[in-house]
């Protein structure tokens, strides 16, 4: 067995084990660090960790499939859009129904497959500290690896901060909590690269559906003035 080989073995095993403590218990912390919430009754979702003056966005304002414009939520100081890693273009809209994350509208997009989520706050001149979101999928399908990456600048060309969840394959309808934390975050992008594997031992067998995942409860906290 090569080194890779053995790594990938490894992963594997450590990811079967989250699994199966998945099966078990509606709050799991994965191998990364990641926690995967199941889908509970409609209340009973932990709340994103308590942080001065932080803002969150439920999305439960929206109606099934309602497309929302980039500053629908501006109010707030949120700001979303169609993310530059899209493998398509597209619209974000709420969730039709089996909402993933904490039994409420989360949002998806339109097409589901393909464009990413990204997420600005124009309105704080230096940035926010610390952004945490909901991100998962419906049950059981593809796998789901969700980076999260969050940016110093508008541009999106300096990476300060980066989280990672898994959702596997065939996994219970659920989502995975992803914080970032920086000194100053100017925008996040939320991708998946999703993959449904038929068979593992042919290429043609395995099924890419970037992107392909609900998101909800986006928590934000503004950075002080330096
Ligand atoms: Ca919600
Ligand atoms: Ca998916």
Do not use: W
Not at 144 to 160: E, G, M, N, R
């Amino acid at each position: 067995m090569t080194p890779l080989l053995r790594l990938a073995a490894l992963m594997v095993a450590a990811l079967t084990i989250s699994a199966s403590a998945f099966a078990q218990s509606s709050v799991v912390v994965n191998p990364d660090g990641s926690e995967t919430v199941g889908t509970l009754p409609m209340g009973n979702l932990p709340l994103p960790a308590v942080c001065q003056a932080c803002i969150t966005v439920d999305f439960n304002d929206l109606a099934s499939g309602q497309v929302v414009s980039p500053d629908r939520y501006r109010t707030q100081g949120l700001r979303i859009e169609i993310g530059p890693s899209s493998t398509t273009s597209g619209v974000v809209e709420g969730s039709l129904t089996d909402v993933p994350c904490d039994g409420t509208r989360s949002l998806k997009t339109e097409p589901f497959i393909g464009p990413s989520f990204l997420l600005r706050f124009p309105d704080f001149p230096h940035g926010v500290t610390r952004v945490s979101l909901d991100a998962g999928d419906l049950g059981a399908s593809d796998s789901d690896s969700i980076t999260v990456k969050a940016f110093s600048d508008d541009a999106l060309t300096t990476l300060v901060a980066f989280d990672i969840g898994v959702m596997l394959q065939g996994a219970p309808t659920g989502c995975v909590r992803l914080s970032v934390q920086a000194e100053s975050i100017k925008a996040v992008e939320i991708t998946s690269d999703s993959v449904y594997v038929l068979s593992s031992n042919s290429a043609s067998g395995v099924s890419s559906y970037p992107n392909s995942i609900f998101l909800d409860n986006v928590t934000f906290e503004p950075a002080p003035a330096p």
